[in-house]
């Protein structure tokens, strides 16, 4: 499930469903499957903007477009994953999870989102403590130094 969360779109493909949508948009006349395509390369892209602008069309198709609720929950999970809003990926999880909940795709993607939670909260404690020493070497320096005149 790894490769899930790491993949990235080639630039060909995004180019590719990125001018069918837009060539649609400019008609008016959208269809669920080019939104779904391009929203899908979009979540996969390297860049967040880009992750960003794949979750507001995925959240689109999910409120408008009955038919590919699961699909749209996978991957709003796994956009949201990617830059790291890990409450917002596990919530779209849950919900696919009521819908079907022996789905061992997203229980898997399930487990690696909260390894990545816990990876980067214990790197976030380790950074705080490095700058709470730090911080601490500082202010004894400074006594050390006060007391010395």
Aim: aromatic share 8%; charged share 30%; hydrophobic share 40%.
């Amino acid at each position: 499930m790894d490769d899930v969360l790491d993949e990235v779109v080639s630039s060909e493909d995004l180019e590719k469903f990125e001018k069918v949508f837009h060539e649609q948009l400019h008609q008016r006349n959208v269809t669920h499957k080019a939104q779904f395509e391009y929203a899908w390369c979009l979540v996969r892209s390297k860049y967040a903007t880009d992750i960003r602008k794949g979750i507001l069309l995925l959240k689109e198709l999910f409120n408008s477009h009955a038919e590919g609720k699961r699909d749209y929950l996978f991957y709003l999970a796994i956009g949201n994953a990617r830059i790291k809003e890990y409450n917002k990926a596990l919530h779209y999880i849950k919900r696919f999870l009521e819908i079907e909940p022996t789905n061992q795709q997203v229980l898997a993607l399930e487990r690696q989102i909260n390894k990545r939670m816990e990876t980067e909260g214990l790197v976030g404690m380790a950074v705080a403590g490095g700058a709470v020493l730090a911080l601490g070497g500082l202010v004894g320096l400074g006594i050390a130094l006060a007391s010395r005149k």
